[in-house]
């Protein structure tokens, strides 16, 4: 049943993140023909915005070190798809070269608010890191391309703790102000409440940033990502990151658990008369089609309810 609330958005953009960032914390390498069939059904079910590769090198991140080979076999899909989009994960000026290259027309970094996990995840410094993005995204606008920024550890850390919201919103703003069209704040380890993200969305709106440049991250490790979630609707944000049956973590820290799952975020959204343009039984039985191939069932519950799968 479909009961609008009042402050909530018409619609909200799905930026599908499975294909990328759940299938690089998964145990199994998938083969590339079932990859790029998975984003293919992920366009066919109405998602719009599908992280379809990173360029990381393949030592780090070997479940993804096919780049090159699946996305030609998807970069022709906004052709039967209007309007799809396949960003892809650039770490460098290196990866940029390898997505250029390959004709893509979005790319996005990724930083970090803390300089713990920076040093784990990038082997810099919080400023280091920016400073490696300002050639990627200055050559990428060069060439037409939009960039995103994604921003972890936004809410908690696993070594230094909460971290403060002005700290946030001080990396937050370096990658606006170089040049990143969007940027996306990570609940990496999942330990964000509603209150931190109204208190976040808070500072970055005090200090110029409103929520038409921002986007939400939320990971499910404590069972809040859907309540955050909508704390995010009610403070503007109209993207929302979501990964398909709730795959994936991040490999260098270890707490994070699977992101919130794209099929429960689309049934909270369409209970809330909120325009997705996703054909939810579409989208459960494709996490079903996929958790065949990685072997395990499926962790969204929405999946579970609506297929039956475990």
Not at 227 to 253: F, K, M
Request: hydrophobic share 45%; glycine share 12%.
């Amino acid at each position: 049943m479909r009961v609008r609330a009042d402050g909530l958005p018409q619609r909200v953009r799905i930026h599908e993140v499975g294909p990328r960032d759940g299938l690089q914390n998964e145990s199994v390498s998938l083969p590339v023909e079932v990859k790029a069939e998975f984003i293919a059904r992920l366009a066919r079910a109405g998602l719009r915005t599908v992280e379809a590769a990173s360029f990381v090198h393949p030592r780090w991140v070997p479940q993804l070190a096919d780049a090159e080979e699946l996305f030609p076999q998807v970069a022709q899909l906004p052709q039967q798809y209007p309007g799809l989009r396949l960003p892809v994960l650039v770490p460098n000026e290196r990866g940029l070269d390898r997505a250029l290259a390959l004709g893509a027309t979005e790319i996005a970094v990724f930083g970090s608010a803390t300089e713990t996990f920076a040093a784990r995840n990038l082997n810099r410094t919080v400023a280091e890191s920016l400073e490696m993005f300002a050639p990627v995204v200055r050559r990428a606008a060069e060439a037409g391309v939009t960039v995103r920024g994604y921003l972890s550890m936004c809410f908690g850390d696993p070594w230094e703790g909460p971290v403060p919201a002005q700290q946030v919103v001080a990396v937050g703003q370096a990658l606006l102000e170089l040049g990143c069209a969007e940027l996306s704040l990570g609940d990496t380890i999942g330990t964000g409440t509603p209150g931190q993200v109204e208190g976040l969305l808070g500072a970055f709106a005090a200090a110029g940033v409103g929520p038409e440049r921002l986007a939400v991250h939320f990971h499910d490790t404590y069972g809040q990502a859907l309540v955050n979630t909508l704390a995010a609707l009610r403070c503007g944000v109209t993207v929302v990151d979501a990964s398909a049956g709730g795959l994936g973590g991040c490999p260098y820290a270890k707490s994070a658990t699977g992101n919130l799952a794209t099929e429960d975020l689309v049934w909270m959204l369409d209970g809330l008369g909120i325009e997705t343009g996703v054909d939810l039984a579409a989208l459960a039985a494709t996490s079903q089609w996929l958790a065949g191939h990685l072997g395990r069932p499926s962790p969204s519950r929405a999946v579970r309810a609506l297929v039956g799968a475990g």
